[in-house]
């Protein structure tokens, strides 16, 4: 499947998309989880809560709320313990459930081979547990990113504090880049088809197995595709 993230649990892609949603959680610690809420599905990893209408709305005023609070003069520093500590969590979650989702989706989606293989036994697939592997290396990403980000962001925001000049210019800037991270993260700009979604080879090649696979079920249950007058 080459390097696109998306054969053997979809790897790369999902520590590429842990490290972003870590990076975005230190800049605001909940904006990658709000990110991570909005496109999920309800057969993701957590995607029973998150998916949820009040999982979505949840994330998403938290989000608000912390753009708003981070304008306050009056908020602690994010390199505080209780500035920090939140970040490095929400990395870390934030950085598991993207990897395991990007694990999860590219299995869901099947290879050539496995079409094949479907052809060839007359049988449905199976698939053994997922592997925890992918998901524990993105919480590892997500959390190292999010420290990365949230010293960053300290040093961007104290240039206007030494400088005396007003902080909330430098903040809608954070904001801004905030927002780009978890964009980046979450969706496919770069064009990647999900799982090998419209690629017509592929389409195809399932399509072939799973047509194969039906005939020599027929050889074996003539019965199961008898039609009346045939």
Not at 107 to 122: I, K
């Amino acid at each position: 499947m080459g390097d696109d993230g998306y054969g053997s649990g979809g790897g790369n892609a999902g520590v590429r998309r842990a490290a972003l949603v870590g990076a975005a959680s230190g800049l605001r610690s909940q904006a990658g989880l709000a990110g991570v809420a909005l496109t999920a599905r309800p057969d993701d990893p957590a995607g029973s809560l998150l998916a949820h209408r009040w999982g979505r709305i949840g994330a998403v005023v938290a989000a608000v709320g912390e753009a708003v609070g981070d304008k306050l003069p009056r908020t602690p520093s994010r390199l505080s313990p209780q500035g920090l500590l939140p970040r490095l969590l929400l990395g870390g979650v934030t950085g598991w459930a993207l990897a395991a989702r990007e694990q999860t989706r590219a299995e869901d989606g099947g290879t050539h081979e496995e079409a094949y293989q479907y052809a060839a036994d007359g049988e449905e697939l199976t698939r053994s547990a997922p592997d925890a592997g992918p998901a524990l290396i993105g919480a590892a990403v997500g959390v190292a990113a999010a420290a990365a980000a949230s010293f960053a962001g300290a040093r961007w925001r104290r240039i206007a504090a030494g400088r005396n000049w007003p902080d909330w210019p430098f903040a809608l800037v954070e904001d801004a880049v905030t927002a780009a991270v978890v964009y980046a993260a979450v969706g496919r700009p770069d064009g990647r088809r999900e799982a090998g979604a419209g690629d017509p080879w592929r389409e195809e090649t399932l399509y072939e197995g799973s047509y194969a696979a039906r005939e020599v079920d027929a050889d074996v249950r003539p019965d199961a595709y008898h039609q009346p007058g045939g």
